[in-house]
């Protein structure tokens, strides 16, 4: 399926879909230099609301920071493009794409400029892995393709060239039938997935690889840590080997688009007892109570479009 709108932020201005066009020489398309992110917004009873909005632009900001891509705008500016691509295309529920690239600034490797175009566009996304993946789990694979290692490409940076090692995992994953796949570091520890973090329980204790093992720092999975430690679970970040996804109790995949999915077998190995585990459950449902504004937003993660 390929996500329409009437309406995308391009350098400063809303204009109609069709005339965000680029130029095929532009720098990222040659070289992968962009950087990005993905946000969701939630039909909240007070209206659409974007969820970790200022945290993700931060994080925007941050990665463009590592490539020394210089953002013409300001965070308060992306935010307020934010809202208004949802409000001006009527979204309710929407998956917010800011990306900021180089453009036509030369083809050398070394672009003639670090000033990047902007774009934020807002779309409507369904369940990322598939209809039917949150409730019934999903198969994953470990991947035969490891993570970038710490000093070839910077994992903290949402970049575009880094998805090129996704796009490797997830169609390998695929091209086996299975739905998603899991990538080790240069370690043999657990890393993340094509586009999700992971959190494997095993006896009521939550583990989650530590950022040290060439992971994107998810916000969902910072969320995630959250909202468990609120309920009184012990969470770990620490270096998991390949068998704690075959001995966990429970397995479950995160991420902005993908939600909280859990996993049900990996490598053919059933996860448990191969369906959705207690504790998956219930920070799913907090996680989406928590988005949709259906509990109290403590940590103030909800930004409202209309206000
Ligand atoms: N890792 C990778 C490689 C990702 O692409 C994503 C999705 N942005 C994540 C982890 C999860 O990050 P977040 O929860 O911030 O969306």
Redo the contacts with the bound molecule.
């Keep these: 399926m390929t996500q329409t709108s009437q309406y995308i932020w391009h350098n400063g201005e809303l204009i109609p879909y069709e005339q965000a066009t680029t130029h095929v020489l532009s720098h990222a398309i040659h070289y992968g230099s962009s950087v990005f992110e993905?946000i969701r917004a939630y039909d909240t009873p007070k209206g659409p609301a974007i969820f970790r909005l200022k945290d993700h632009i931060q994080r925007l900001f941050d990665s463009a920071k590592i490539y020394r891509i210089e953002i013409p705008y300001t965070q308060e500016e992306i935010m307020q493009a934010c809202k208004d691509a949802v409000a001006k295309n009527g979204f309710t529920n929407a998956y917010l794409r800011p990306f900021a690239f180089l453009g036509h600034v030369g083809l050398g490797v070394h672009p003639k400029s670090h000033r990047a175009e902007v774009t934020v566009a807002a779309m409507e996304w369904g369940a990322y892995l598939g209809e039917g993946s949150l409730e019934n789990g999903v198969d994953a694979c470990v991947s035969s393709w490891q993570r970038l290692a710490p000093n070839t490409m910077p994992t903290a940076a949402?970049a575009g060239g880094?998805y090129l090692s996704?796009q490797l995992i997830t169609a390998e994953a695929k091209r086996h039938g299975y739905v998603e796949g899991i990538a080790l570091d240069v370690n043999g520890y657990l890393s993340?997935?094509?586009?999700?973090?992971l959190f494997v329980i095993r006896k009521g204790i939550i583990y989650t690889p530590p950022t040290t093992a060439s992971?994107?720092p998810?916000?969902?999975?910072d969320t995630i840590m959250h909202l468990a430690k609120a309920r009184g679970y012990e969470v770990r970040e620490e270096p998991i080997a390949r068998e704690g996804l075959y001995l966990a109790d429970e397995f479950f995949m995160?991420?902005?688009?993908a939600e909280v999915v859990p996993v049900r077998s990996v490598d053919q190995i059933q996860v448990g007892d191969g369906q959705r585990g207690p504790i998956t459950a219930e920070l799913q449902q907090a996680y989406f109570d928590l988005v949709k504004g259906q509990s109290e937003d403590l940590q103030g993660w909800l930004d409202y479009v209309n206000e």
């Design positions: 993905g949402k880094n996704s993340e997935g094509a586009g999700e973090n992971i994107l998810g916000l969902t999975r995160v991420g902005t688009a």
